[in-house]
């Protein structure tokens, strides 16, 4: 079954502590991104990746990183969290890096800084 | 660089009757249009779209018009049922240098379906 799988799916920590959300997909798709989703935002790109090793920031890459070392993870480190990041995020996959493909989004990762 | 408006941010119909949602998108180069449905806590997922050499497309209920020359593109939900319920987002998608195609998001309508 085609998915993006995220982890953790939630999550509570403290301002200051380093964690990574991560982010896998069995598509062997190139295109990877991750999303953030706040009230009256809609998503807002934070970083994407169009193959091993390319990455770019999106709008929002302030106080996120992200690595592309193998195909098929993605994962998002936030070095030192802070309240403002406290929000829903997605990650997402597609096959290329031009529309029209179908993006597959994970199913969501609910983080919380207090 | 684009910029995707989404209108209106809450809409509530009876069921039954028709929905519309718009969206004014900046970037004359964009040429992909989707249309996302998210129900509450989940993930969002591809209900439609539409390329910008297409000026309608329809599926079912749902279907979407686009407008090139005003820039802007609609969803319109007929014969609505409480299903329907969630947030809908829009989104343009420009092309980049190297053939990158970017998603820009609206930020989203929810549409309340009543019995």
């Known amino acids: 079954e085609a998915q993006v799988t995220q982890n953790p799916r939630y999550l509570i920590t403290v301002t200051g502590k380093k964690l990574t959300v991560t982010c896998s997909q069995n598509?062997?798709?190139?295109?990877m991104s991750w999303y953030r989703q706040d009230p009256g935002l809609g998503l807002r790109q934070i970083y994407y990746s169009m193959n091993v090793e390319v990455t770019d920031k999106g709008d929002v890459p302030e106080g996120y990183k992200v690595s592309r070392k193998e195909k098929r993870n993605f994962p998002l480190i936030l070095e030192s969290p802070s309240p403002n990041q406290t929000s829903l995020y997605f990650c997402?996959?597609?096959?290329?890096?031009?529309?029209?493909?179908?993006?597959?989004f994970g199913e969501g990762s609910w983080l919380t800084v207090v | 660089g684009e910029n995707v408006e989404q209108h209106p941010s809450t809409l509530s119909v009876q069921e039954g009757d028709s929905a519309v949602i718009k969206c004014t998108y900046s970037d004359s180069a964009s040429n992909y249009f989707p249309w996302y449905k998210q129900e509450l806590g989940k993930r969002p997922q591809l209900i439609i779209d539409i390329r910008s050499n297409v000026g309608e497309k329809k599926d079912q209920r749902i279907a979407v018009t686009l407008n090139k020359t005003a820039k802007h593109f609609s969803l319109h939900i007929t014969e609505t049922q409480p299903e329907d319920s969630a947030v809908y987002f829009c989104a343009a998608s420009p092309l980049f240098s190297g053939g990158y195609n970017k998603l820009i998001f609206g930020a989203g309508t929810r549409l309340a379906v009543h019995p």
């Open positions: 598509m062997n798709h190139e295109y």
């Open positions: 997402a996959s597609r096959m290329g890096i031009s529309s029209g493909n179908t993006i597959y």
